[in-house]
């Protein structure tokens, strides 16, 4: 699920242990006291993808500020994935950042799912933002290709906390620090660098730059 969902039931105490990638979030969570513990898991990016013409011309722009005012011009169209989710959230702040308030016939904010969000870009030769893990877990189910990529803006970590047990006794948290443990040792990084789709690394774990 979303990162915003998987917060929700932290702070509810439905779930042991979180594993999100929304930083400004999850320090809000943290500090609100509902999580500990919280660790540096694995990071990738994220990418815009949009039709293989590519009919913005995004490939040719060079900053994040010229792809967004591109985008927004009303061209073509966008699809947010507008669930509350941990790349719904750095779209907001990719639009924040850059001075646009994105609306209008040209975007389109459906509340679903990375893959419903790309399987439907593919469908309507929309863009979209994606984190690169899935976009590439996707490939050859969709003709989407990469627009734009490699801004700074667009580092993607992963962290892993346990829920408070002051807040929720009756999580397991032992379990969670376990599992979190798991994740953050040698044995659980190498798994997180071995996995690969059609050849290609989704995610690398923190122990590497």
Known sequence: MGTGKALRLGENGDVDVILVHAPVAEVAFVDAGFGVHREAVMHNDFVIVGPSDDPLGLRQLKTLSEVMKKISSGQSVFISRGDDSGTHKKEIQLWQQVGINPEGQWYSSVGQGMGAVLRMADDR???TLTDRGTYLA???KVALEIGYQGDLAFNNPYHVMAIN???HPHVH???ARQYINYLISAEG???INDFRRQG???FYGNSLP
Request: net charge positive.
């Open 125 to 127: 030769l929309a863009y």
């Open 138 to 140: 996707y490939q050859g």
């Open 165 to 167: 047990p002051k807040k």
């Open 173 to 175: 948290f032992d379990l």
């Open 189 to 191: 990084q190498a798994i």
């Open 200 to 202: 290609q690394v989704l």
